[in-house]
């Protein structure tokens, strides 16, 4: 048997447990534990694997407080005593002050980064893309709105 310690967004998906006992035994992979843990939990299903069984962008794991990224992905084996770590994408924090133009014409930069990179983890590949499209756009008027003023200097 051992633990799973779950963070953050997943907690309120396996009904508020912070801790989920996995049973598994030494040279299981991690990968088999953490779909042994979604078939408990189905409500973490599409959380922490995509459809390929890999992990999510911006999802971690720690095994014993290290990061598997730096061991063997999710192919590194657990012991008895092994405890899990898992942390789901974490967005927000303070938006951006807006940049003014110099014609004081309003917010260059109001779209830029104002919504925040929370899309992405769900429907990631379509929304992340709209974003970095939105993101383009206001970096090419804020070039333009830099060039018109640069010309009448």
């Known amino acids: 048997m051992g633990l799973v310690r779950l963070y953050a967004t997943l907690r309120p998906r396996v009904g508020g447990e912070g801790v989920v006992d996995v049973p598994w035994s030494p040279g299981d992979t991690i990968a088999e534990v953490i779909r042994d843990l979604l078939r408990r939990k189905p409500g973490l299903q599409g959380h922490i694997l995509d459809e390929e069984g890999q992990l999510l962008p911006y999802v971690n794991v720690f095994l014993n407080g290290r990061d598997i990224r730096h061991l063997s992905g999710l192919d590194t084996p657990v012991d008895h005593d092994t405890e899990l770590f898992i942390f789901p994408?974490?967005?927000?924090?303070?938006?951006?002050?807006?940049?003014?133009?110099?014609?004081?014409?309003?917010?260059?930069?109001?779209?830029?980064?104002?919504?925040?990179?929370?899309?992405?983890?769900?429907?990631?590949?379509?929304?992340?893309?709209?974003?970095?499209?939105?993101?383009?756009?206001?970096?090419?008027?804020?070039?333009?709105?830099i060039q018109h003023v640069l010309h009448r200097l």
Request: aromatic share 6%; no cysteine.
């Open 89 to 145: 994408p974490v967005a927000g924090g303070q938006t951006p002050a807006p940049v003014w133009a110099a014609d004081d014409s309003g917010p260059a930069l109001a779209r830029l980064g104002a919504q925040g990179e929370s899309g992405v983890r769900y429907n990631r590949n379509r929304r992340y893309e709209s974003q970095m499209q939105e993101k383009k756009l206001a970096l090419q008027e804020l070039q333009q709105r």
